[in-house]
């Protein structure tokens, strides 16, 4: 019932008169990042329910962010995909950039997999099919994430993941409490320094699916030097606990491959035998 007003009500979107905060009702706060909040919201017209992320011109401005929020909210702003984050809109104040984004009642993955350990095979495979159908739309239309993580991750309402923030909230929050963001995603590629390119997503989404599956990302140490010497040299092993598939490994495995141009191409990852066996249809996982 809810779903299918909003789905009406998402027709109203864009509008060609500008917005502005007058035209929402605030309610309570979602949670915090490093440049500001995000609310739940009401459109008071439509009554359509959002997530306005509210951000604070002066830390962008500290941080020399500006280009970057620019391009990062264009970009969103035209991509849409049932797994990718909507950005309705923005607009601005004296002090302050709204984001009016999609709201995802069942918030971060991140937090799903903090409070549950490890995630089911099923679960597992349904958001690793629902991210590769994401990254294949974003690779169409020429857009590289690279920054794929649990704390990027949201899921909606039904668990149906989204993918959110498109780059420039890299520098926004580690909660990780890692010094500057953590390496655990990147392909030996991008921490080398290297010339990169799509494939850096598909290396994340084998880094993903053992961290799903493991509780914890492959290439986790002490300490960055010794992650980074991890993941240049690929060592990879499967702990005997949780149990977990030989499927499941076997996707890890084409997946976590040091050569980009030999990792499973997005579409082969649709066909691999776990993801059919195992991952729902529609993408949804309560
Ligand atoms: P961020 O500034 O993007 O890191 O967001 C801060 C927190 O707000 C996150 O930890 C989420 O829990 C929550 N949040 C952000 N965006 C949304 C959204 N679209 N729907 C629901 N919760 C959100």
């Known amino acids: 019932m809810a779903s299918s007003r909003n789905k009406e009500n998402q027709q109203k979107y864009p509008r ?48 020399k962010l500006n280009n970057q929020l620019g391009r990062e909210m264009e970009i969103q702003s035209k991509l849409n995909h049932p ?32 409070k549950i350990g490890h995630l089911s095979e099923h679960q597992a495979a349904t958001y690793i099919a629902s991210l590769t159908k994401a990254l294949a739309y974003c690779h169409q239309k020429n857009v590289i994430h690279r920054d794929i993580k649990p704390e990027n991750l949201l899921l909606d309402f039904e668990g149906r993941l989204k993918i959110a923030d498109f780059g420039w909230s890299v ?5 990780r409490k890692t010094m500057c963001g953590t ?4 392909a030996p590629e991008m921490v080398e320094n290297r010339a990169h390119d799509y494939a850096v997503d598909n290396w994340t989404l084998g880094v ?7 509780g914890a990302p492959p290439f986790e140490a002490e300490n960055q030097i010794d992650t980074f010497k991890r993941i240049v040299a690929v060592d990879l092993s499967f702990p005997s606990t949780p149990p977990v598939s030989v499927e499941a490994k076997n996707l890890i495995r084409l997946l976590l491959v ?8 997005l579409q082969k990852i649709l066909e691999h035998p776990w993801i059919v066996q195992n991952a729902d249809p529609n993408g949804t996982c309560n």
């Open 183 to 186: 390496l655990d995603y990147l």
């Open 208 to 214: 993903l699916c053992y961290e799903f599956l493991y």
């Open 258 to 265: 040091k050569d980009s141009s030999k990792r499973l191409s």
């Open 83 to 114: 797994n990718v984050l909507r950005l309705f809109g923005w607009f601005h104040d004296a002090h302050h950039i709204y984001l009016i984004l999609e709201y995802c009642h069942g918030g971060e993955l991140y937090k799903l997999l903090s």
């Open 171 to 175: 520098q926004s929050t580690s909660k």
């Open 16 to 63: 060609d008169k500008p917005w502005s905060l007058d035209d929402f009702e605030i309610g309570k706060p979602l949670g915090k990042g490093k440049f500001g909040r995000v609310y739940l919201a009401r459109e008071k017209k439509s009554q359509y329910i959002v997530a306005l992320k509210v951000i604070f011109k002066d830390q962008i401005e500290k941080y």
